[in-house]
């Protein structure tokens, strides 16, 4: 039995602000209600953590 695998290289995201958050506020209703996105002015995208990526890593083949 084998295992196929392809070995990744991830890449660290690098900001100059982290944890830095911009808010949004969405209407005008009684209660405060934000969309909140990144604002960390990244150097260094990295590599992207989302279903494409997880999905491409955890494609290890078994062959007999």
Same mark, same amino acid.
């Given at each position: 039995?084998?295992?196929?695998?392809? %070995?990744? @290289?991830?890449?660290?995201?690098?900001?100059?602000?982290?944890?830095?958050?911009?808010? @949004?506020?969405?209407?005008?209703?009684?209660?405060?209600?934000?969309?909140?996105?990144?604002?960390?002015?990244?150097?260094?995208?990295?590599?992207?953590?989302?279903?494409? @990526?997880?999905?491409?890593?955890? %494609?290890?083949?078994?062959? @007999?």
């Amino acid at each position: 039995m084998s295992i196929n695998f392809q %070995k990744s @290289t991830w890449i660290d995201r690098i900001a100059d602000n982290p944890n830095r958050r911009k808010l @949004t506020k969405v209407g005008e209703s009684e209660g405060d209600s934000y969309i909140v996105e990144r604002d960390d002015n990244p150097t260094v995208e990295g590599t992207p953590f989302n279903a494409s @990526t997880m999905n491409a890593t955890s %494609k290890i083949g078994f062959q @007999t």
